[in-house]
């Protein structure tokens, strides 16, 4: 295994420690609440906490975690005999059940493979909501799976889970060959290769079987394409659109291809009453999708998308708002007026009762 430390370190996203080894090392104060984060599912980390001790306060975003853990008076540590969601135990359980993540994911599974795509969601991510979503031997479903975010974080899964994912652009499809590819020869021998099916996500959905999948994890694509979004055209020195982060395929049924907002939100309930149909009762759909500022306007997308979702037969369970540090802050209205740069998604969680 590569040294820690051995090569210049840049930030959290170079470092390719383990939490035990990054507290041994003078220069990974950056590194641990990153790589505790990353490992914070993965068993047996409950015989580590005595270690977090040494983690600076003003670092560490988690120590209040650890904190409530020690004055925690539930049998926090094992498997609850009644859990017949997941394989956590109790500590890890609560842990995720923040409404706020703020987490930075090293740069890993493939991700310069991936990185073509710039809405590919981190692996980490799919693999902590699958983990908390489901049991080994369960089924994950991604209907817009991109360049498989969900697939991979549902192969590096404590215990692999199985996953299918649908992705309309075959381009999406090729590059997570690519990648999963990458990683099975380098990163992580072996690991699972997941079944990846390119179509449009309805015409998919209606040919599978009702009631056959345990989780569904998602990111649709944010909106309809634009050409400038977060400035108005009288500013488009600031719009977004200098890099080149046109994802859209050709196909009339992308998504982001559709003519209007109303027959987007309409496309997104129709794929949603059959993510309902496929699931299997009380089972739980994580939608990740991000607001939009589009010709001067904030468009809150996610209030929209939860209504589509009730429409569609699911119960409304939760928000979280997942913020990647790190990202780059641009001045789209700068000196002019006030233009937000957002910088958090939400994860809304979903139940079929
Ligand atoms: C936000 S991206 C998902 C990224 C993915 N989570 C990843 O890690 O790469 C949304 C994806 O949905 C795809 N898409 C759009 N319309 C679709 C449709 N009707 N059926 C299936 N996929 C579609 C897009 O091509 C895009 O790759």
């Known amino acids: ?52 001790s040494k983690i600076p306060q003003h670092l560490n975003s988690l120590s209040d975690t650890f904190q409530e853990e020690k004055e925690s008076e539930e049998p926090a540590n094992e498997l609850h005999p009644k859990n017949s969601m997941n394989d956590l135990n109790g500590s890890e359980w609560l842990y995720y059940t923040r409404s706020v993540w703020v987490t930075s994911f090293p740069s890993r599974w493939g991700h310069k493979v991936r990185r073509k795509h710039g809405a590919n969601k981190p692996p ?23 360049v498989g975010g969900t697939l ?32 099975r020869e380098k990163e992580a021998k072996g690991i699972l290769k997941q079944k990846l099916i390119v179509g449009d996500a309805l015409e998919v959905l209606q040919k599978m079987d009702a009631e056959s999948i345990d989780f569904i994890a998602t990111d649709p ?98 928000d979280i708002i997942w913020t990647q540090t790190g990202m780059k802050l641009r001045p789209y209205g700068y000196p002019y007026a006030f233009v937000p740069n957002i910088v958090h998604q939400h994860i809304l969680i979903f139940r079929k009762e």
């Open 221 to 318: 694509p944010y909106y309809l394409h634009m050409k400038i979004t977060m400035s108005t055209g009288d500013y488009p020195e600031h719009s977004n659109r200098k890099t080149n982060y046109n994802m859209r395929s050709d196909k009339a049924k992308d998504l982001a291809n559709l003519s209007s907002a109303e027959d987007f939100f309409d496309a997104l309930e129709k794929i949603g009453e059959q993510c309902y149909r496929i699931l299997k009762k009380k089972k739980y759909m994580a939608l990740i999708i991000r607001d939009a500022y589009q010709e001067g306007k904030y468009i809150m997308t996610h209030a929209r998308v939860a209504e589509v979702m009730k429409n569609a037969g699911f119960v409304l369970k939760g």
């Open 1 to 52: 295994m590569e040294k820690p430390h051995s090569k210049k370190i840049v930030g959290p996203e170079d470092c390719r420690c383990t939490v035990i080894e990054a507290l041994n090392c003078p220069k990974a104060d950056a590194c641990i609440p990153v790589l505790m984060l990353a490992e914070r599912i993965r068993p047996p980390i409950n015989g580590l906490q005595g270690r977090f």
């Open 124 to 146: 980490d991510l799919m693999r902590i909501l699958i983990e908390f979503f489901t049991k080994p031997g369960d089924t994950v479903l991604d209907p817009f799976a991109g």
């Open 152 to 183: 991979i974080g549902a192969s590096i899964a404590t215990y692999p889970r199985k996953a299918v994912g649908v992705e309309i652009n075959p381009e999406w499809a090729k590059v997570y060959e690519k990648a999963i590819e990458q990683i």
